[in-house]
């Protein structure tokens, strides 16, 4: 057992380092009938006490899916090295709303430093805005993502194709509002994380579980 940073943070940034286009995971959720939902996501940071952050818009599932149930589990397959991490904990959404963001820093309990602070997250997602491609940020000024399209009135060719972090304009000040309300924070505290080596022969599989003393156990495990 091991306290300070995990082992298993050090193997993951150490990867994103080698391969930084590896950004691409599926992400896990239970939908309120309790069945699994996944989807790739973007790996976007990871904070001083080591959350993992992407970003979503709240009008779709997955917030709706993480007010049910905080449970997550997420399946990162690193191409280049030909290792698996899984990682199960809890996601928690820090959006605009003040009330939803100030219910996840209480969830996820980080004592540490500024963390802890509903500040902090706004200029997070302040930065991670900003860090989106013009396409990307419009994308959240666009028709709720799901909706028949048949019973959206804009036309396609008609939606918002870029948006720029802020304006002066009144028109793109009043879109962006919009869709920077939609654009949210999903905090991935892990509980357990499961790396699978598969270039190794014989493939190695290791396993770390977070305790209640907030350390983590190591085992190693047949593949
Ligand atoms: C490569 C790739 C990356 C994606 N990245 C994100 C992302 O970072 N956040 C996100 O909400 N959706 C992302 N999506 C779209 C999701 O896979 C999914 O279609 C969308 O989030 C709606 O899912 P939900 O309604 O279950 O929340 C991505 C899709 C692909 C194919």
Redesign the pocket.
Known sequence: MSSGKPEWLGILEGQLKEYPQAT?YSFA?LSPENKP?V????H?AITPSGLLL????VR????N?LAHDPSVEIAWWILDSAIQLRITGKAYIVSADAATTRKAIQAMGVQEGEEGKNEWWQDKREQLWKDLSGHLRGSFGRPT??TPLDQVKEKPEDWIQRLDPESDDPKQKKDIEFAKGNFAIIAVQPTGVEVLELKPQPNRRTQWTKQSDGSWSKVEVSP
């Open positions: 691409t959720t939902k989807r790739s996501v973007i976007r992407t970003t979503t818009d779709m599932q997955k917030p899916h993502p799901g």
